[in-house]
Each structure stands twice: as C-alpha cells, then as structure tokens.
C-alpha cells in the first residue's frame, strides 16, 4: 500500500521560514518523480517544485530564490524548505509521486501552510 505522509507545516510570520516533509512508503522511491503542490480553497492546485531520482529540481516562478525541495533515498523521504514566505504562500501544501515509465501517480493528504502576522 502507498502512503505520503507529509508534515511540517503550521503558522509562521511573514518572512519566516518552514520545512515541510514527505515521507513515502510502499513505492521504490528511485522510479518516482516527487513534487510538491499548492492548493488554495476556490483555485486549482498549482505545482510548486518538483525534483526527478537523479536530482534535477524545477520551481515555480512565484516561489525561485526561496524555496528548495530536496529528496533523501536513505529516508524515501523529499523535503520543501521554504524560507521568506510571503503572505500569498498560504495554501495547503501536497506531496505527489509520479512514476517515471507509467501513470501511476500517489498524493498525501495534505498539510496547512499559513504565513500571517
């Protein structure tokens, strides 16, 4: 059975900073492409950053210069360090895995982000 469990997210002040993690069970995670996305209520769920097994990550522009996803294959276990958060990063953060040869694609269940004062 597949599981994303994420964690780490909660209530910070703008310009603060966040980690949030994705541990992942019952896939073998080098096949996986991981990402993670945002979701705000009456808006589409928009990718953040995603990294591939071999470590090339991708960002949104909105979040480049502030964000780094990182993955541990020790841990089966991707990271999003989010530093400066702004107000407009509140959101419900998900982690996804995307097999690279097939459609299979996984999702946790989400964690809240909310950057206020």
């Known amino acids: 059975q597949v599981q994303l469990v994420e964690s780490g997210g909660g209530l910070v002040e703008p310009g603060g900073s966040l980690r949030l993690s994705c541990a992942a069970s019952g896939i073998m995670f080098s096949w996986y492409a991981m990402a993670w996305y945002r979701q705000v209520p009456g808006k589409q769920r928009e990718l953040v950053a995603s990294i591939t097994s071999g470590g090339r990550a991708n960002y949104a522009d909105s979040v480049k210069g502030r964000f780094t996803i990182s993955g541990d294959s020790a841990k089966n276990t991707v990271y999003l360090q989010m530093n400066s958060l702004k107000p407009e990063d509140t959101a419900v953060y998900y982690c996804?895995?995307?097999?690279?040869?097939?459609?299979?694609?996984?999702w946790g269940q989400g964690t809240q982000v909310t950057v206020s004062s």
């Open positions: 996804n895995a995307a097999h690279r040869w097939s459609q299979d694609v996984y």
